[in-house]
């Protein structure tokens, strides 16, 4: 399957016709121990020219296989930070390390100057669906959790409405406006789901607690409504 992936992701490297900072695509991190699940955030934020230089500096092979670089992350902010593990097990009872994580488009753009993110244009989301349409039926996926409207949108363009499950955006930014009116204590005990996860992993929420246990009740309400319109 990797294989297969790999040669998806080289068909589709952008010239210059779209100013991306790393023109190849990459392929999902999908662990050996598989569900199924693919959660996939937005895109990957490229503003740090530490990790950027470092990924000029590999060879195609190498920036195609970029989510396999470290053992303790992944190179998906909100998940390597806990954000959306916690979601992920506290809403659908998954292990974190089972499953499958990447980012809706494969490519990211970046400010003039190269110190400021910036959000995929829709041409991009335009590609990363083709992308996707290509990718989905060798990853054969179950569920798609996507995370924000950049995601959403992207994987329902691809055509993969049908088993996907949005979640909203887990940006630390957008979810301090709203995190914030909220007792983190209340939470917990209105969420059993995310309480029971945070006593099992302290260690994804040492920071920006509120924020996290906020955007994990989000995601167990979510799953609450879904199986009661069943």
Known sequence: MKEQLIKICESYQRGNDEPVVIEEPYIPYVPKNWNRVLVLSESQNLSAKKYVDE?????????????????????????????LKLAVEAAFGLKEDETAVSNAVPWSLVSKSGKKNMNPTDALIKSAAEFWKEMMPVLKPERIITVGKIARTTIGRAGYRDIRIPLRSASSANISRISGMFDTKDLLQRYPEVQTVVKKHPEWVNKFKVNKVFFACHAVSVVRGLKTIK
């Open 55 to 83: 990924l000029r500096a590999k060879n195609t092979d190498g920036r195609i296989n970029r989510l396999y670089e470290w053992h303790d992350k992944v190179g998906v902010l909100p998940w390597d930070d806990g954000t």
